[in-house]
């Protein structure tokens, strides 16, 4: 039982690899395949953590693997709609490319100040999956997305920088920070109180 939660990030992986080899190789009816499987892995990143904290075996290690497999799966589903729909990328590269320096600009700040990747776990990042992953399964199904993707972006930038600013608050690398408030209240050396469900 004290597995599933590792199992549930192993699959996601396996998920991630697997649509992307779907997309590579062009496998015919693409969407009706790997929306399914996508849907699953998301599936996956919502209940590995809900199950972790059920059973006790919420480790910082399993939430730090958790973090790092989860920005490697959803890199895996935007290079197979990248392979599948070149043209909606072209479109919005701009956008893209700033959403792209947004992520990466959380992980720089992370390791320069305490050598650690990002594992904050914002209840707003988690609300931005969401809407991301509704993105990308319209881009899936239709090869355009247009309002959506729009939401998904700017959205997307206010996650990203509520997470800079939680980052620049903690005095040291801490997991599982809901908000900015929350952070201010650990920087004043308060407790916390995290929801079960989503933040252990």
Request: aromatic share 12%; charged share 15%.
């Amino acid at each position: 039982m004290k597995r599933i939660p590792v199992a549930l990030i192993v699959l996601r992986l396996i998920i991630g690899v697997i649509i992307l080899l779907m997309s590579a190789l062009h496998v015919r009816h693409f969407p009706d395949i790997a929306i399914p499987l996508f849907a699953i892995g998301l599936l996956s990143d919502i209940f590995d953590g809900i199950i972790a904290r059920r059973l006790n075996v919420s480790t910082i290690f399993l939430r730090r693997l958790d973090s790092t497999v989860d920005q490697v799966f959803w890199c895996l589903i935007i290079a197979s709609c990248f392979i599948q729909y070149p043209l909606f990328f072209h479109k919005y590269i701009l956008q893209l490319c700033l959403l792209a320096g947004a992520e990466a600009l959380i992980y720089a700040i992370s390791y320069v100040r305490f050598g650690k990747e990002v594992a904050t776990h914002a209840i707003s990042s988690k609300l931005w999956t969401l809407i991301l992953f509704a993105t990308l399964v319209q881009l899936m199904a239709t090869g355009e997305s247009g309002i959506l993707f729009q939401l998904c972006f700017y959205i997307g930038i206010l996650t990203r920088l509520e997470i800079v600013l939680i980052l620049f608050i903690l005095r040291e690398w801490t997991n599982d920070v809901p908000s900015v408030v929350h952070a201010l209240r650990l920087r004043q050396g308060k407790e916390i109180r995290r929801n079960k469900l989503f933040n252990g």
